[in-house]
């Protein structure tokens, strides 16, 4: 909605459906063969997940995917049709709720498959699952030594018409490392997983492995469907990989904030707390309202990049909760302009993996800790996908 893009907002998180939409489509070109999962855990990664995942659907995506079986149930409750997966279970479920709203729910081991099985017992529906094979993360996923029980007795569950094995599918460790020795390795053992399933009667509608990496530089990792998170944002999933330009993706949040005051200050100022700046000489001094309640990092503290006037500036000192102030030299733009944290970086802007160096972090955290206290605009994607307009 126009109208909130251009509101006296504090601050604000600017988000491109259109570039969303052109990314999947690029995407989609890397691989051509595989169904889509738009990855839409932890809020889209900061991007508001309702508005994503409905442009993400229109752009062409089969299936959306979420961490929470919470996240899952919220997207079928908004209305949101068609595959739904989600694959961070614990003790406890909710798996009746997600047998009831369709949803493709992971194993990743015994206690799991028991509890879907009961579930689905007791509900008198067949539940669909996905086992997944921890090929060598090491994080969730069923081990290859414990891979013959899980496999045998999810057949036995699905002979009872208690479970659909619609898939089976793995997670990689270093696939934004080329060459990294890991990756081949969790492709044989993926194989040679996938096929001992096959070989005891799972027939798998969908094997997946490739999150964005995978997606982007690694054509043999894409079997019947991709999952990418971060490269659907535009981000680079590897800034040593390339650039989002590079594989024909744009940044779709942008980050801006209202300045809430300039002012003259005299030098040999000590400036925000723990007076970590002072200033060199008589400056100007601008505040940006926004801190690491809305999740700028404090990490970014005297180092994080910041567009006021046309002119890239720095942090002046610490960050604060709710603020934190720029040295503007002298220049004085008034109270009320903008000052553009990041964005796609094509107008002098600084980008969210401008801001990961400087917080010494990686850019998925950057984009996925925007505070909920800074409303989401959506602006462009061509079919109304922004009609909640703000918020999350
Ligand atoms: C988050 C996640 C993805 C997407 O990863 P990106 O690196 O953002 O592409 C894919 N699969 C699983 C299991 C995930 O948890």
């Known amino acids: 909605m126009n109208e909130n893009v251009t509101a006296p907002l504090r601050a604000r998180a600017e988000i491109d459906l259109a570039a969303l939409q052109a990314n999947v489509r690029s995407l989609r070109a890397h691989a051509p063969s595989a169904a889509f999962m738009a990855v839409v855990k932890a809020d889209a990664y900061g991007h508001g997940m309702i508005p994503v995942a409905r442009a993400a659907k229109a752009a062409g995506a089969e299936w959306l995917g979420t961490a929470t079986p919470e996240e899952a ?15 961070l279970w614990v003790p406890g479920g909710p798996w009746r709720a997600g047998i009831e709203a369709d949803l493709d729910m992971s194993v990743s081991g015994m206690w799991a498959l028991r509890e879907v099985t009961a579930a689905a017992r007791e509900s008198g529906r067949t539940a669909r699952i996905q086992l997944k ?29 208690l479970v659909t094995v619609t898939g089976l599918w793995s997670h990689f460790a270093c ?14 053992r993926f194989r040679e997983m996938t096929g ?12 997946h492995i490739a999150n964005s990496p995978g997606t982007l530089t690694l ?18 999933p590897s800034p040593e ?17 209202s300045l809430a005051l300039v002012k003259h200050a005299p030098g040999g100022l000590g400036v925000s707390y723990g007076h970590h700046y002072v200033t060199p000489g008589p ?13 700028i990092p404090r990490h970014a503290s005297g180092t994080g990049p910041v567009l006021i006037g046309g002119k890239r500036r720095t942090v002046a000192g610490r960050v604060a909760m709710d603020q934190f102030v720029v040295d503007l030299g002298g220049d004085e733009p008034a109270a009320g302009d903008e000052a553009v944290l990041f964005g796609p ?34 602006t462009g994607g061509d079919h109304g996908a922004g009609r909640e307009g703000a918020g999350t």
């Open 219 to 236: 054509p043999g990792t894409h079997f019947d469907l991709v999952r990418p998170g971060i490269a659907m944002y535009g981000i680079s």
């Open 73 to 87: 149930l919220e997207l079928r409750a908004a209305g949101l049709t068609g595959r739904i997966m989600c694959w």
């Open 175 to 188: 696939a934004d490392e080329p060459g990294h020795p890991s990756i081949a390795a969790q492709l044989d």
């Open 283 to 295: 400056t100007t001094l601008a505040l940006v309202p926004v801190g690491y309640a809305d999740g």
């Open 241 to 257: 990989l390339g650039t989002p330009a590079d594989f024909g993706l744009r940044p779709v949040m942008s980050l801006k904030a």
């Open 196 to 207: 001992y399933a096959e070989q005891q009667g799972v027939t798998p509608e969908v094997r």
């Open 133 to 161: 094979a921890d090929t060598g993360l090491g994080r969730n996923g069923c081990l290859p030594a414990d891979w013959p029980e899980l496999v045998r007795e999810a057949l036995a569950a699905q002979a009872e018409g």
């Open 345 to 378: 970086g094509d107008t002098g802007e600084p980008t969210a993996e401008d801001w990961a160096v400087a917080a010494g972090t990686i850019a998925y955290e950057i984009v996925t800790r925007i505070g909920s206290r800074v409303p989401r605009v959506y």
